[in-house]
């Protein structure tokens, strides 16, 4: 009896840690997305405002921007200031891909990132703060998606991770 | 990244020679293999690389153009040579404007970019125009990276006629393009503000007013030519006002410009002499006749402003400085003294 209790309490912890692994995804996705915006934020006002070169303006951001995309503006300034020869939207594109693993992003996400690198850099004022208009609405729109779906599976995960475990309990012991 | 690889790239030995450092750094790495295969003689003498879209790769050594094979030697074979992509020139101007276009609207406006090392790039392509005005250059369909080559101490050998007793002569650099008036005008500057032990002179506060980042070549804010220790630099100011900013607020004893010509330059220069600063300019033209076609420039000489003038010629060799009058008297001062030291004054 004693070991059936053990048993039983272990799938259900386990079961449950699972659930809770899964709904993190969502909220971190969520917590990332605000994080970009913020990141974009503050690049605009490196290009537009300050007029720094690009180089210095991504250094300044990956410095300020929350540690889980830190890497990806530190990498484009590691690359484009080591004037290896390369353009801008080949740089941003590898920075992305290197380090679109290590976040909660989805593949919809990633194609608004890649799409912004095509422009970036290469245009006067008028058009930077056109192409930073577009990736603060699409910015905007995956929030409120993946804040839709936050509310929907955070708690339907967890619950489920809960009950899965309880049913093999019943079931099983 | 199929080239990250090439981390060592910086390693190699030709890529430490400064002068093409900051010449390859503006070039994608296609260009740059080619670029480092040439030999050292030709690039020691190049003064232009020419970027066209579909067109040859050229360079230009000693007023010669020369073509780039695909194998990075000098050929003169057009068949042979390689071709400049659009892409190329794409990715080169993005490395030229360290992919930021954005922060270099003026300069693009004016029609160059100004390199790390003083180098100036030409961009060619289609303008956009806004209320008459130029807006942008898109499309850029042709690039022309200048290498600027700072001669220190060509002026070594005038600048005993241009200062007496201690103090400077308002001088008039004359010389068609391409004769190294301004390589002169910047060396010129350069010992002005240093001082020099003969003749016997401490240094002068020199105010620049650098209408075309050609004179100190201005990187970032930083000058990439040696211009000297007490030398104030306005970069990209227009000539009459930077003139009378510097009046008001830097004190100097000389104020330098390049090329003038207008009447507000005139006009600004007048001010300036009545403030008691002295002056060095240059100004386009082949010889003093020349030069008082033009109104302008006629009332200063008429006034006497220049105490010396300064003809510069590139026979036999660019930068041989032909003769330096007396301005008021008109009197030559010396012609023949410096033929036999041209080529020390040259290189």
């Known amino acids: ?173 | 990244m199929e080239g990250l690889k090439d981390k060592n790239f910086k390693n190699k030995d030709c890529y430490q020679n400064c002068l093409k450092k900051d010449i390859l750094e503006a070039l994608p790495l296609n260009l740059r293999e080619l670029f480092i295969h040439l030999p050292s003689e030709q690039t020691k003498d190049m003064e232009e690389i020419r970027l066209r879209v579909n067109k040859p790769l050229m360079i230009s050594c000693r007023n010669r153009e020369y073509f780039i094979s695909n194998k990075g030697k000098i050929v003169t074979n057009l068949s042979e040579s390689y071709m400049i992509t659009k892409l190329d020139i794409e990715k080169a101007y993005q490395l030229i404007t360290d992919y930021s276009i954005y922060a270099l609207e003026e300069e693009i406006r004016s029609g160059f970019i100004t390199l790390k090392g003083g180098h100036r790039v030409g961009i060619c392509g289609t303008t956009v125009l806004e209320r008459h005005e130029i807006k942008t250059i898109k499309n850029i369909s042709g690039l022309n990276i200048r290498i600027s080559k700072e001669k220190l101490g060509v002026s070594n050998k005038v600048m005993q006629y241009l200062v007496e007793e201690g103090t400077f002569q308002n001088t008039l650099i004359v010389s068609p393009p391409q004769c190294g008036k301004t390589t002169l005008l910047r060396d010129i500057i350069r010992n002005l503000s240093n001082g020099m032990k003969k003749p016997n002179f401490l240094g002068f506060k020199v105010g620049v007013v650098d209408e075309r980042s050609e004179i100190c070549g201005m990187y970032q804010g930083i000058p990439q030519n040696d211009v000297g220790i007490k030398t104030d630099i306005l970069n990209a100011c227009p000539k009459a006002e930077g003139m009378m900013m510097l009046i008001r607020s830097m004190s100097p004893q000389i104020i330098a410009t390049d090329e003038i010509g207008k009447a507000e330059d005139v006009y600004a220069m007048e001010e300036a002499l009545n403030a008691g600063i002295k002056l060095i300019t240059t100004v386009h033209g082949r010889n003093l006749e020349e030069i008082k076609r033009r109104k302008n420039l006629n009332d200063l000489l008429k006034q006497g402003v220049f105490d010396r003038i300064i003809i510069l010629s590139n026979d036999p060799k660019v930068g041989t400085i032909k003769q330096i009058f007396h301005g008021k008297t008109n009197k030559i001062i010396t012609a023949d003294p410096l033929q036999d030291r041209r080529n020390e004054i040259v290189c």
């Open chain 1, 1 to 173: 009896m004693f070991a059936k209790t053990i048993f039983s309490i272990i799938i259900i912890l386990s079961t449950a840690t699972i659930g809770y692994v899964f709904a993190y995804g969502y909220v971190q996705r969520l917590h990332q997305l605000k994080n970009l915006y913020l990141s974009f934020q503050l690049l605009e006002t490196e290009i537009i405002y300050a007029s720094n070169p690009l180089p210095i303006a991504m250094k300044k951001v990956g410095e300020r921007s929350h540690k889980t995309i830190r890497k990806i503006f530190t990498d484009v300034y590691d690359i484009l200031h080591s004037k290896m020869g390369y353009s801008i939207e080949e740089v941003w594109n590898t920075a992305i891909n290197n380090h679109f693993k290590q976040t909660s992003l989805n593949m919809e996400d990633k194609e608004i990132l890649l799409d912004f690198g095509k422009s970036l850099g290469f245009a006067d004022k008028e058009n930077q703060i056109k192409n930073f208009k577009l990736i603060y609405l699409q910015l905007e729109k995956q929030q409120q998606i993946a804040e839709g779906l936050r509310m929907k599976n955070e708690k339907m995960c967890k619950s489920l991770g809960i009950l899965v475990g309880i049913g093999i309990v019943i079931v099983f012991i």
